[in-house]
């Protein structure tokens, strides 16, 4: 069982910046990926950031080049570096953490941008 505690979230004007963070803890189970999703209103789930053990990142082309993903594997804590910040990014945002079997998710963080 892995718990995983995000943070960061809040509102910021459009340009801004914010960072998340999320904080994985309870297993000792190797979690191979680690990322973020995002929810807005009467939107469905999507993609924003993930990245590997071994540090490979893939990114939703919508935040390409304004996020940054990364990762301290030790401390199983993953951070989303958001810059450039824009209305449309106003979201519930869900960390998530991938081991060999199975998904954990958080609780969410809103973030949102105000134009």
């Known amino acids: 069982q892995v718990q995983l505690v995000e943070s960061g979230g809040g509102l910021v004007q459009a340009g801004g910046s914010l960072r998340l963070s999320c904080v994985g803890s309870?297993?000792?189970?190797?979690?191979?990926?680690m990322g973020w999703y995002r929810q807005a209103p009467g939107k469905q789930r999507e993609f924003v950031a993930s990245?590997?053990?071994?540090?490979?990142?893939n990114y939703a082309d919508s935040v390409k080049g304004r996020v940054i993903i990364s990762r301290d594997r030790a401390e199983n804590t993953v951070y989303l570096q958001m810059n450039s910040l824009k209305p449309e990014d106003t979201a519930v945002y869900y960390c998530?953490?991938?081991?060999?079997?199975?998904?954990?998710w958080g609780q969410g963080a809103q973030v949102t941008v105000s134009s």
């Open positions: 998530y953490a991938r081991t060999a079997v199975y998904s954990y």
């Open positions: 990245i590997t053990s071994g540090g490979s990142t």
């Open positions: 309870g297993s000792s189970v190797s979690i191979n990926v």
